[in-house]
């Protein structure tokens, strides 16, 4: 499953259009831990969303897992297992952040170049080498940058996997849309 | 002499301070090297590079290990605090800066408002210049207004017009990062205190703006392929901190800075694929060309 199920969700087992009453996030240690958390919760089919924390448990580089309240238990002992445990759940009293959505390309010829949010990442058409990667004002760009650039994208470790920050995420979006674009 | 503090992307780098150095094209302070990918380095590197040509000393670093994980970053931010009121021991001037600017740090809201702090508590207050990580923290604490200079990207323009958003990553969609909205993209960040006295906001077009509106316009020569590569509005970023520490006004050093990045970036011919210190390379002899032959520079900081 992928970041981009923040935009596109399959058929999970808690029902859609639920309101904030019956919502609840799961506050984590760090965005890793978000990321590792979204993983298992999605492939175990529960329909969760990541989103930003409200204003009073916000700190910086922040994301937070949003879930039906309903099925808090089952969730907390999912995640046990899996080893990722929250910090705290708080009931969501008003609206949560949401993440940027908007993808732009740039064609460049040899080039193509996908933005999602404050990240850009390049890639040469032809060979699928990541050629470039810029934006971002997160620790880990500069880390994702020399750990990515210079290799395929098939060679290349997922900004999922080494990426730390909501610039790592932003990334992650960019190289799935990258993906998508390369598969047509 | 100004300082520079960021962050390295290797976990295993030390916290470390002093004056940085630039060879064989590699960063280097207290004995550590570090390559110039982008990022700090490539902010410090274009700040060395300025620095030779206007016969100013190299910039002092506060640098850190930090790969995302903020653990590196939380430790220079109580280094900062405890340290940056102080005159640093290990600063060969003995002075306290003139300039600072702040760079890839993990956003933190309490770690920044530490940092002011500690400014505040200088013998003279510096000229405080911020971006990436550090001018999302700034914006967040809503202490824009404390900065005399952010140096954001488009994208990162709507972030600060954005009054609601904490990061770039929750922009709300209604506020588009379209290049023709700049201006009412710099007039709302005003509006709402988010916003430092001069913007340098880099992109297809360069803009120099403070609370009245755009101020300077930088729109040659024209490099496309610039905002596929990663590291060059750090370069930009390093260029305007050194002019501005070698006391030049800071209007006219973010427009010289934006010319310098603009024809370095020409002059190094980019393709999408071209690494920055290509361009890092060039910054000696834009600067000299603008510095010292082109007399349009005055006019159009007048326009």
């Keep these: ?26 506050v984590f240690e760090n965005t890793s831990e978000v990321i590792r958390a979204e993983s298992v919760l999605d492939e175990e089919g529960w329909k969760i969303r990541v989103m930003g924390p409200p204003p009073e448990i916000r700190s ?63 890639i040469d058409k032809e060979t699928k080498a990541i050629v470039n990667i810029s934006g971002g004002g997160c620790p880990d760009v500069p880390y994702l940058a020399q750990e990515m650039v210079g290799k395929t994208m098939a060679e290349a470790p997922s900004p999922r996997e080494i990426g730390h920050t909501l610039c790592g995420y932003a990334l992650q979006l960019a190289y799935e849309e990258t993906g998508r674009k390369c598969s047509l | 002499m100004f300082a520079v503090v960021g962050t390295v992307p290797d976990r295993e780098f030390p916290l470390v301070s002093g004056e940085v150095n630039l060879e064989d094209n590699v960063i280097c302070i207290q004995g550590k090297k570090v390559s110039v990918n982008r990022g700090t380095p490539a902010l410090l590197a274009a700040a060395i590079k300025t620095c030779e040509v ?38 060969k001037s003995g002075t306290s800066f003139n300039t600072i600017a702040f760079h890839y740090l993990q956003p933190d809201v309490d770690g920044h408002n530490r940092v002011l702090f500690a400014v505040d508590e200088m013998a003279q207050r510096p000229v405080l210049i911020a971006d990436a990580g550090f001018m ?73 703006a403070d609370s009245q509106g755009i101020q300077a316009t930088i729109d040659s020569p024209v490099e496309g392929a610039m905002e596929a590569m990663g590291g060059t509005g750090d370069t930009l970023t390093g260029i305007v901190a050194a002019l501005i520490a070698a006391e030049i006004e800071i209007k006219e050093a973010a427009v010289i800075a934006a010319r310098t990045n603009r024809l370095a970036g020409s002059f190094a011919k980019p393709t999408p694929a071209t690494q920055v210190m290509e361009i890092v390379e060039h910054i000696p002899r834009a600067l000299e060309a603008i510095l010292y032959k082109d007399e349009g520079i005055s006019e159009q900081i007048r326009a």
């Design chain 1, 1 to 26: 499953m992928s970041f981009l199920n923040i935009f596109k969700r399959k058929e999970s087992k808690a029902s859609s259009g639920r309101q904030n009453s019956d919502r609840g996030i799961l």
């Design chain 1, 60 to 122: 910086g580089c922040d994301l937070v897992i949003e879930i039906p309240l309903i099925e808090e238990l089952n969730i907390l002992r999912t995640l046990e297992k899996a080893g990722v445990q929250p910090l705290e759940m708080v009931p969501v009293s008003s609206p949560l952040l949401q993440p940027v959505n908007i993808f732009q390309n740039k064609d460049f010829g040899k080039y193509l170049m996908i933005r999602a949010a404050n990240m850009k990442l390049t």
């Design chain 2, 54 to 91: 206007l016969d100013q000393p190299a910039p002092f670093g506060y640098l850190v290990g930090d790969i995302g994980q903020g653990d590196g970053s939380r430790r220079l931010y109580k280094y900062l605090n405890q340290n940056l009121g102080k005159c640093d021991p290990q600063s």
């Design chain 2, 136 to 208: 999302y923290a700034a914006k967040m604490s809503g202490q824009s207004a404390k900065y005399d200079l952010f140096t954001p990207d488009v994208g990162e323009l709507a972030f600060l017009a954005d009054e609601e958003a904490p990061h770039p990553f929750y922009t709300r969609g209604f506020i588009l990062h379209e290049e023709n909205r700049i201006p009412e993209l710099i007039s709302r960040a005003y509006e709402h205190d988010n916003a430092p006295r001069y913007l340098l906001v880099k992109g297809g077009q360069d803009y120099v």
